[in-house]
């Protein structure tokens, strides 16, 4: 069973900065990806960054391309989400997900959609003050 287990959240300035983390654990195959999301009170779930871990390959959001960074640890089973230059309009619930499918790169536009996504972890807040 594929777990998932974000940490990292918390508060901060206007311009500041977070790293959050997900802990993955529980795959049997390598054709997967990891991507970040996250959702705001009343607004639906959205994508933020992924990365597919059979190339290392990363996407992002238009709205935190340049701010975020998505990278890896294979080491240490850990997918890390640098948040810089923080907005309070970055401020929502933060979940780490897990979409397990052959050929992810023939589907366009499946690393950013979460309804695509087959695991979850439990979410951390981030709250952006100005």
């Known amino acids: 069973e594929v777990q998932l287990v974000e940490s990292g959240g918390g508060l901060v300035q206007a311009g500041g900065s977070l790293r959050l983390s997900c802990a993955a654990s529980g795959f049997t195959e390598d054709d997967y990806a990891i991507g970040w999301f996250r959702q705001a009170p009343g607004k639906e779930r959205e994508g933020v960054s992924a990365?597919?871990?059979?190339?290392?390959?990363?996407y992002y959001a238009d709205s935190v391309k340049g701010r975020f960074t998505i990278s890896r640890d294979n080491a240490k089973n850990t997918v890390y989400l640098q948040m810089d230059s923080l907005k309070p309009e970055d401020t929502a619930v933060y979940y780490c997900?897990?979409?397990?499918?052959?050929?992810?790169?023939?589907?366009?536009?499946?690393?950013?959609?979460?309804?695509?996504?087959?695991?979850w972890g439990q979410g951390t807040q981030i709250t952006v003050s100005s």
């Open positions: 997900g897990a979409i397990v499918r052959l050929n992810l790169k023939f589907y366009s536009g499946i690393y950013l959609r979460p309804r695509e996504y087959d695991y």
């Open positions: 990365i597919d871990n059979s190339d290392g390959s990363t």
